[in-house]
Structures are given as C-alpha cells and as structure tokens.
C-alpha cells in the first residue's frame, strides 16, 4: 500500500510536464516505470504532491540513428534497448549492462532514463519507516548523520545503476528539458559526487534522451551480485575500447561511477587507472557484502573483464 | 483527494473505474474486482507473485499505478481457463507437479504465458531466464522449467 497521497498527471509533451512540475511548486516526482519510484514510494522515502507520468509522451520512446550518434529516448524499456541491433553492433558493454540488469520482467517495464535517475541505495536507507523511525533518521533522510558510519556527517549510499556504469565508458550525453530550456551535457556531469542527493539537474529538468557517439566499440561488463536472477549491482564494472583508447568504469561504490582512461597496451595501463580508482573509493558496510571484499572484487574483476574484451578483438 | 477515471480491459471484459491515484494494479484486482489469483509476495516488484499481463508484458501488478492504465489491457490468470477447460500452461503445471504451496504459481504462469506469446518454442535457456524473475521459495525451479517447456511444445498432429 502507498500511504502518502498525491495527484497524479500523464502530461502529453515535455512542456507540459514541466509546466505541472512547477505548477505543484516543485513538490512533484516524475514517473516513468516505476520500478525503483513506486517502492520508494511505498517505502515512504518520498513523500510528492504529484507525480507526472512521462509514458503518455511517445516522443521519448524513441531510438534514433542520427548519424554520428545514436539517440537513446529516455523511456525505451531496458529490454527493448537490449534487443537493439545498433546497440548490440555498436556498444557491447552497454547491451551487455542491459541484459544484467535486475530480472527481464523487470527490464520490460524499466526504462533507461529512469534507471539512470535510480536514487542512490543503503541497506540502512531502503527500510520501511517504522525500520528507520527506530534507528533514528540519516542523513539521507535529513537526518544529522550517517547510520552506516555512525558519526560521519558524509552519506555513502550507493548509486547502482547498471547501464550508468556501462555508458561512461561510452562517452554518452544525456540531454535535459527544463524550465529554462534544452541542454546537453556528458552522463558523467549528472553526478555532483554527494550520495545524498547524487544528481546536478535542475528543478523540474526533464531527462529527455541519451546520446552515444556512433563509433564501432569493444567492450563488455561485469556486476557483482549474491543472486544471478535479480539484484542491484554490489559491483558494477564497465570496459569499452573506442578508436584504440579503453576507458574503465566502476559502479555501485559510492555516489556515482568512476571513471578511468586506459591506453594501450590495456593490460598494463589498467592496473594504473584501477589504482586510480581504488584511492578515490570509500566503501562502507552499507550493501549486502563487505566493504573490503568488494573492494577486493574491484581488480579481480576489472581484470577478468579486459582479459575477455580482449579476448573478443584478437 | 482527486479520483482519476481509468478505462481498461480487464481479461476481455471492458470496465471503467475510478481510482485514487495512489491505488495500485495489484489492489484494483484483488480488492475492487475481488480477482485474487495475483498474489502480494514482496509488494516491491521483487519476488513476481502479483505478475498480470499488461498490454502483453508481465507485468509486476504491486508497482504499478492503475492511474497509469487508461486504455490498457490487463489479463490475470482468471482470464487463461476457458470455463471448465484449463490452459495448456496450468495442465502442464499440473501434470508435472510444478506447484507446492502455490502462491508463486500465478505469478509463474503469467510469465511463462508472456514468453510463450512471444516465442512459440522458446529455447530451455530463455525459458530459465525469463522464469527467473519469478520466486519460488518452497523448491527448484526443475519442475517449473520442464512445466513451461512441455506447454511450448505444440500438441502431435496439430502442428
């Protein structure tokens, strides 16, 4: 049962999504699937007026060949991008990304826009209300300070989504309608680095679609998880080879994915751009495994993962 | 609070309801329309036991709107028999002996009748994947797979 109450909008175009965002003076969600909206809803970690359900504009169920880029609508299911041949030709780590993404019921509902807007995850975050009123509100929640660190007045909640991992090592733009109009930017400039509120999007910005230069790719992706069927990434890596140059994401370890240029020969140049990674990283007991377990994982499987892509050119 | 006006086919039959935006798929079926086949495992979109057709995608009924649903087709597993007569999906899961508790076997059959929709003979592999976003916690998934896998395979002499 959802226990807050709020209207509810299916607007037929963008500016009319905006115009009831701001309409409901901010205190609006917009809804695309639903998959990870509605439980937070019942979970009651979101509390809207409105929420305004983007599927009734088609225009951004769209995949487009423009060329040099592919443009990506945000609301293609997860599956159906999946099943997509410039995708499979064009982005291996990305289609790869897709298929482990949660479950394919799941994947037919999801869209990749919403799950690029997933909120970021802790196990002492996603909790019924009565879990978290005992334990005393986090930071996340506005509380004073962090429940999986106790004391620290930094969140370390976790952004896992799959496919984000995959399309930084793609060089993706995403693009966002707004009240103050249309603007590009590069995926990795979505994430503002706090776990808290991970993302730097305006207001009532509206993510519209997902642009990827269209340049024949090597690449793969590798995801920690307990159960194969289902599951939010406990690691999340990325490998793609563009032109010669590889670059190396990781995600579900912190509040965004992190990224690494790797040059030829891979093999060598990865252990640098791992060590590079592995400085930035403070994982905290906050997931279903340990922190220095999955930090462990992180070259175990960075390393399986080029040896494969790898494997894949010769 | 406002109600929104929801007109959408319910397993063939047309209704027009009108919901509290708030109200879910799952709830409308089970509490409105009293069709309680669709079962609340999770209420998550986790475990797949509320699992309905929508539009013929399965479709997790427990994290869906039915404000979202003007226009929709919905069919649960009360819309499969006809009459007395069982699906070939529920034979089968009969004849095989898929079914222990139960409560996860809607749910189960739904996905397999979305599968079976889109891909005629569909391999084992993407039987198991597509059945493994369904939880059966009382067993396997052996039983399950072969129950999908005998109702794939067209009767002798029809094909």
Redesign the interface.
């Known amino acids: 049962m959802i226990s807050s109450k709020f209207y509810y909008r299916s607007p037929s175009d963008v500016q009319e999504a905006i115009s009831l965002y701001q309409e409901f003076q901010g205190k609006a969600v917009y809804l695309s699937g639903g998959t990870d909206l509605i439980p937070r809803l019942k979970l009651g970690l979101q509390r809207p007026r409105a929420v305004i359900d983007l599927k009734r504009i088609r225009t951004l169920a769209e995949i487009d060949d423009k060329g040099e880029w592919v443009r990506i609508g945000a609301l293609v299911r997860i599956f159906n991008l999946s099943q997509n041949e410039l995708v499979a030709g064009f982005f291996p780590a990305l289609k790869a990304s897709l298929q482990a993404t949660s479950c394919e019921a799941l994947q037919m509902r999801g869209t990749i826009g919403g799950n690029l807007l997933q909120d970021t995850r802790c196990l002492f975050y996603n909790q019924s209300e009565f879990w978290r009123k005992s334990k005393g509100f986090c930071l996340k929640m506005g509380g004073e300070s962090c429940n999986a660190v106790p004391g620290a007045n930094v969140c370390f909640a976790n952004y896992c989504s799959d496919n984000a991992t995959a399309l930084c090592t793609l060089a993706a733009l995403i693009e966002l309608a707004g009240p103050d109009g249309t603007r590009r930017l590069p995926l990795e400039d979505l994430y503002g680095g706090k776990a808290e509120k991970p993302f730097t999007s305006h207001e009532g910005e509206v993510l519209t679609a997902i642009l990827i230069p269209k340049k024949k790719s090597h690449g793969g992706y590798e995801k920690l998880r307990l159960r194969g069927s289902i599951d939010y990434p406990l690691l999340a890596l990325a490998f793609s080879v563009v032109d010669g140059t590889g670059k190396l994401a990781v995600g579900a370890v912190g509040a965004r994915p992190y990224v690494a240029g790797v040059t030829q020969p891979f093999h060598e140049t990865i252990e640098e751009a791992l060590d590079a990674i592995l400085r930035q990283l403070r994982l905290a007991a906050n997931a279903v495994l340990d922190p220095a377990y999955r930090k462990r994982m992180i070259p175990v499987l960075a390393r399986r993962l080029v040896k494969k892509v790898l494997g894949e050119e010769r | 609070?406002?109600r929104?006006k929801v007109a959408m086919q319910v397993n063939g039959e047309p209704s027009v309801l009108e919901v509290?935006?708030?109200e879910?798929l799952l709830?409308t079926l089970r509490d409105r329309m009293e069709l309680t086949g669709a079962k609340e495992g999770c209420?998550?979109?986790?475990c797949?036991s509320c699992?309905v057709l929508l539009d013929g995608?399965?479709?997790?009924s427990c994290?869906?709107?039915t404000?979202?649903l003007?226009g929709a087709e919905v069919v649960t597993i009360e819309g499969l028999s006809d009459g007395t007569k069982l699906h070939t999906l529920q034979q089968s899961f009969m004849e095989k002996g898929a079914v222990q508790c139960g409560f996860c076997t809607p749910g189960m059959i739904m996905?397999a009748k979305?599968l079976l929709d889109r891909s005629l003979t569909p391999t084992r592999e993407e039987i198991v994947?597509?059945i493994?976003?369904?939880l059966c916690r009382c067993t396997g998934y052996k039983k399950i797979v072969e129950a999908v896998e005998a109702a794939a395979v067209p009767p002798a002499g029809d094909a």
């Open positions: 609070m406002e929104i509290r935006p708030y879910t709830e209420g998550m979109g986790a797949g699992t995608i399965p479709t997790r994290i869906v709107l404000a979202e003007d996905t979305g994947r597509s493994s976003s369904n």
